[in-house]
């Protein structure tokens, strides 16, 4: 019963409660904790398990969140990484779930290196943000892929070289480049919004033009799957779903602790996708892996690093 309150993020205090009703006086953090140990040999199934199996993953998306955690004596942040991908039934699944001491180039190559080792293949495309240790090791780990720059962490970037004052007339057109029903027009309106900031945002006109290929990826593929990969608002929705369920913990007893409350509500997650409906059609995912993967400026070099990051 503790564990399965642990899951669904229920605070030790409703739990302290819950369990007086059953003779239980007090109930710790770490009691909860190590109750809540059960759920360690499933979430280690779910971690390790092949993916040759479902595989190919021809979309997959990548994504990082911060949770606080006690090592030596302090309370530090560590990284949880999570991909998500498509199957060949069409249907999503969490790929996988690794704790980080920092969002770094190795830690993101510790990942995907795991990823591929356990039959992660057919990627067509990677959507994330544009941190550069983790656009590295898609280079290094998925070299037949293309990289999709979500349009959503995009934007932010955009924003920060552009004044508040023209921010609105910017965002407008910048979203109406993703309003365009097939790709022609989405280059032809991009090139307009290059040309309406080119001589009054020069700063803004660089920064377009440098990212064009990444944020302009997902037109290489058919348009009615546009909308499911040309930004990470999906995994947004899970790591909100993750946030409900660990904000009862605030602060995790060590690592371990993590990897159990996350990967349980991850396998959970991954449950109930196989069990709903198709994310993608068969028909339209076939027709994704015939189409030539589009260029991007995945490669990333010294030049380019401080970009993706900015």
Known sequence: MVADCYLAGVSTRRMDKLVKTLGINSLSKSQVSRMAADLDEHVEQFRHRPLSEAGPFTFVAADALTMKVREG????????????????????????????????????????????????????????????????????????????????????????????SLWPAVKAMLHSVYDQPDAASVNAQFDRLLDYVDTK???????????????????????????????????ERLNREIRRRTDSVGIFPNRDAIVRLVGAVLAEQTDEWAEGRRYLGLDILAKSRLTPVPATGIEVNADTTHELSA
């Open 201 to 235: 945002l020069p700063d803004a006109h660089d920064h377009l033009d440098t990212a064009r290929a990444d944020i302009l990826a997902f037109t290489g593929f058919p348009e009615g799957l546009w909308q499911q990969i040309w930004s990470n608002n999906p995994n």
């Open 73 to 164: 004596g302090r309370v530090v942040n560590a990284v949880v990484l999570v991909a998500t991908g498509v199957n060949a039934d069409g249907r999503r699944e969490v790929l996988g779930l690794q704790v980080a001491t920092a969002e770094t180039t190795v830690a993101w190559n510790s990942f995907f290196a795991d990823l591929v080792a356990r039959g992660l293949t057919g990627v067509r495309l990677v959507t994330s943000d544009a941190h550069a240790g983790l656009v590295e090791a898609i280079a290094a780990n998925l070299p037949g892929a293309a990289w999709q720059r979500c349009r959503t962490h995009y934007a932010a970037n955009l924003m920060s070289v552009t004044p508040k």
